[in-house]
């Protein structure tokens, strides 16, 4: 099972340059979520989705965009990368139905940007 | 609003020791509490999982036990390995199945042969 997919796993980037790191989930989750990992922080939410076509701002919002056109890719877009933007991303999904299973959130392997 | 705190890192233990990582957390309602490990240069593993009061959660010979009246969810190992060497989460999930999850700060353990 793929699971939840990122990519890309590593990227480097100018400051001010725009990118997309993509997410895909194949288990039919209806929720799917962007955290940023930074060193003593722990993972902050900045944007999740409970559906097509339905995003909302998690934490840190701030210079990301998103989008949910299909149930199955979540892509995150930052629109000017700034060196603060520098972190560990994680895409992570859940299904919404409420059985115990569904308490079970999935993440994908994270994606390492650098915005020199 | 919910939040979780974690003991301080990082944690360093010789092989065979207990392992204690401490976990509190604020929330209202009855939220569910969850356990992540990334180990070096890899992804969040769910390690394990409680959805109510009192219930223990267990995973390759972690433990945590939900303590609504302590408000805590403390992991604990009996005896280590250098192979647990990993950052350790402790993540909140508010009552309600809202697919976020709210993260401390992550506790490192180095485990030294």
């Known amino acids: 099972n793929a699971g939840v997919t990122q990519t890309p796993k590593f990227q480097v980037l100018k400051t001010g340059q725009s990118m997309t790191l993509q997410c895909a989930q194949d288990m039919n989750h209806e929720y799917m979520s962007w955290y940023r990992q930074d060193p003593g922080m722990g993972l902050r939410l900045i944007h999740y989705s409970v559906g097509a076509g339905i995003t909302d701002q998690g934490e840190v919002p701030n210079g990301y965009n998103v989008s949910r056109s299909t149930t199955e890719d979540f892509p995150l877009r930052l629109l000017s990368a700034a060196p603060s933007q520098t972190s560990v991303y994680f895409c992570?999904?859940?299904?919404?139905?409420?059985?115990?299973?569904?308490?079970?959130?999935?993440f994908g392997e994270g994606s390492w940007l650098t915005v020199v | 609003g919910n939040s979780v705190t974690q003991m301080e890192g990082p944690v360093t233990l010789s092989e065979e020791a207990f392992l204690t990582i401490n976990c509190t957390y604020t929330a209202t309602g009855y939220p569910s509490l969850f356990w992540y490990v990334q180990y070096p240069g890899e992804g969040l593993q769910l390690l394990l999982k409680a959805t109510k009061a009192d219930d223990k959660g267990s995973n390759k010979g972690f433990e945590a036990t939900y303590r609504k009246e302590t408000t805590s969810f403390h992991l604990e190992k009996g005896s280590v390995q250098v192979s647990d060497s990993a950052v350790y989460f402790c993540?909140?999930?508010?009552?309600?199945?809202?697919?976020?999850?709210?993260f401390g700060q992550g506790t490192t353990l180095q485990v030294k042969p």
């Open positions: 992570a999904s859940s299904s919404g139905q409420a059985r115990s299973s569904g308490n079970t959130i999935y």
């Open positions: 993540a909140l999930k508010s009552s309600g199945n809202t697919g976020k999850l709210i």
